[in-house]
């Protein structure tokens, strides 16, 4: 059972920060984590992509957070965290830590993809 642990959230003003984290883990599971990202749905809107970092720490984000936000990981304990500055509005949403797992079972070896519980980031103006 792989779980995807997120922390992290709240209320925020315009303009401050937040930080959100989420933990890849996996009891009695051999697993490689591909990639992480985080992404985030708005009422009423598409759940989007917001930043995503691979394996080999190529990073991806979205031209409205570029500059704003950074994505790091720590392999050591396959965590990724998102840091967010210069918070507007309209960034306010459900985040969803998204990873991408290289699972070794007996049968073989397979990629997989699992969400983690979304987290309320509200902006207020």
């Known amino acids: 059972q792989v779980q995807l642990v997120v922390s992290g959230g709240g209320l925020v003003q315009a303009g401050g920060s937040l930080r959100l984290s989420c933990t890849a883990s996996?009891?009695?599971?051999?697993?490689?984590?591909?990639?992480m990202g985080w992404y985030r749905q708005a009422p009423g809107k598409q759940r989007e992509l917001v930043t995503s970092?691979?394996?080999?720490?190529?990073?991806n984000y979205a031209d409205c957070v570029k500059g704003r936000f950074t994505i790091s990981r720590d392999n050591a304990n396959n965590t990724v965290y998102l840091q967010m500055d210069s918070l507007k509005p309209e960034d306010t949403a459900v985040y969803y830590c998204?990873?991408?797992?290289?699972?070794?079972?007996?049968?073989?070896?397979?990629?997989?993809?699992?969400w983690g519980q979304g987290t309320q980031v509200t902006v207020s103006s």
């Open positions: 998204n990873a991408n797992l290289a699972i070794t079972r007996v049968t073989g070896r397979r990629n997989y993809n699992y």
């Open positions: 970092i691979t394996s080999g720490g190529m990073t």
């Open positions: 996996a009891s009695g599971i051999i697993f490689e984590i591909n990639a």
